[in-house]
């Protein structure tokens, strides 16, 4: 039996929103979408199943307040976490469910 690798997508991913310009755009995405479906690609990916992330997986890597902090800043519309990190309403819950 051939093995298949693992691929996740959600629509939610689409509203991870970096504003016009940034290189991790939700176009990216869609053309990834449509150039596995267009090179009939699918059938070699195996669908992994929707769950997201628990706060105590999380916790494996961050300490609660930083991701407190996170949830706190998308849910007030922050656009930027740090330098180099674009956040928007949508942030939180996008990575929660790709962790």
């Known amino acids: 039996m051939k093995s298949k690798t693992g691929f996740f997508t959600h629509d939610l991913f689409l509203e991870h929103d970096t504003g016009a310009g940034h290189p991790e755009t939700s ?3 869609v053309a990834i979408r449509e150039m596995l479906a267009k090179q009939n ?3 070699s990916l195996q669908d992994l199943d929707e769950r997201t992330a628990s706060q105590e997986e999380i916790a494996l890597n961050h300490n609660r307040q930083y991701v407190d ?3 706190e800043r998308c849910a007030a519309g922050t656009r930027h976490l740090d330098a180099d990190t674009v956040i928007s309403a949508k942030s939180f819950d996008a990575a929660t469910l790709a962790a």
Do not use: A, M, Y
């Open 41 to 43: 690609f699918t059938g």
């Open 69 to 71: 902090s996170v949830r």
């Open 27 to 29: 176009r990216r995405l």
